[in-house]
């Protein structure tokens, strides 16, 4: 059996070797001039401590996490940040606008976050509804073109509408969000229909999923269908055990886009012998 390298006697299964093989040679998520072996992108709210955050982000494998720009102290480093806690030599910070209304003030906030040193990219939240919270797709393209302008990569959160996909892609977007349902709802997918179609039509960009992923089947299923990767926060930082979901999720993403490369059976209405009949013994 083959044995990690400098790993004593602790053997890698078939299993684990073909995953580190793949993530290894075509793994990687790309998005604009970046490359992450991890497919999986990790918030930072709703955890009950810092701590507890800390060692979710290190279960996940993740290698990017996103943080609310309006939700840190980015003026006095004095007080105690989630961003102490997040190590920048492991994790890519991908800062977002979350609790932002409109376009300028989603601009500000981008603006803000380049200026204080966190990232010139953007997960462009530009929010429609206060109970839904479900995009102001006018206002997202709006501050879409400009942040692009001002030479931002630009992620935009979205709903599941392929018009307003590619016209974030016009607009410069270096990747698309769609929801698979309400933030923080944890319903899985519920439109599969608008996903198989986004997927099928837009080649240009990573789509990711982002928002209303609940548990590690939901990320399964998102990468069997083939996107690129998944967002997720309140899934992981709420459930019963954070940690342990936080690993499950990291399999549930390896393994879904595995099955997806792969390539499933097709269905059958009826059943299909797995041994043929040929040359059995009568």
């Known amino acids: 059996m083959r044995r990690r390298p400098g790993a004593g006697s602790k053997a890698w299964s ?3 070797l073909l995953i580190r093989e793949h993530n290894d040679m ?3 998520l790309t998005i604009a001039d970046r490359k992450f072996r991890s497919r999986l992108i990790v918030g930072t709210g709703k955890y009950r401590t810092f701590e507890e955050m800390k060692r979710c982000h290190e279960a996940s494998g993740a290698e990017m996490v ?4 309006r939700r840190v102290n980015l003026t006095d480093r004095s007080k105690e940040s989630l961003l102490d806690y997040i190590d920048r030599d492991k994790f890519f910070i991908l800062p977002n606008t979350a609790g932002c209304y409109n376009a300028d003030e989603a601009v500000r906030t981008a603006r803000l976050a380049r200026e204080v040193g966190l990232s010139n990219w953007i997960k462009l939240e530009v929010i429609g509804d206060q109970k839904t919270l479900f995009p102001d797709t006018h206002g997202l393209l709006e501050a879409t073109r400009i942040l692009v302008k001002e030479g931002f990569v630009v992620l935009p959160y979205t709903n599941d509408d392929l018009i307003v996909a590619k016209k974030l892609i016009d607009a410069g977007a270096a990747a698309v969000m769609p929801l698979a349902a309400p933030i923080g709802s944890g319903l899985g997918i519920q439109n ?3 996903l198989r179609i986004l997927r099928e039509m837009i080649t240009e960009v990573p789509l990711i999923i982002d928002a209303g992923v609940g548990t590690a089947s939901d990320a ?4 069997e269908m083939g996107f690129d990767g998944i967002l997720m926060n309140t899934a992981i930082a709420e459930a019963g055990d954070p940690e342990k979901m936080a690993v499950a999720m990291r399999h549930a993403v390896e393994a879904g886009r595995l099955a997806y490369e792969a390539g499933r059976i097709p269905k059958k209405l009826y059943a299909s012998a797995s041994s043929p ?3 059995v013994v009568r």
Do not use: F, K
């Open 14 to 16: 078939p299993v684990r």
């Open 66 to 69: 996103t943080v609310a720009v």
């Open 192 to 194: 599969v229909s608008n």
């Open 277 to 279: 009949l040929e040359g």
């Open 26 to 28: 075509s793994g990687t």
């Open 220 to 223: 399964t299923v998102a990468m």
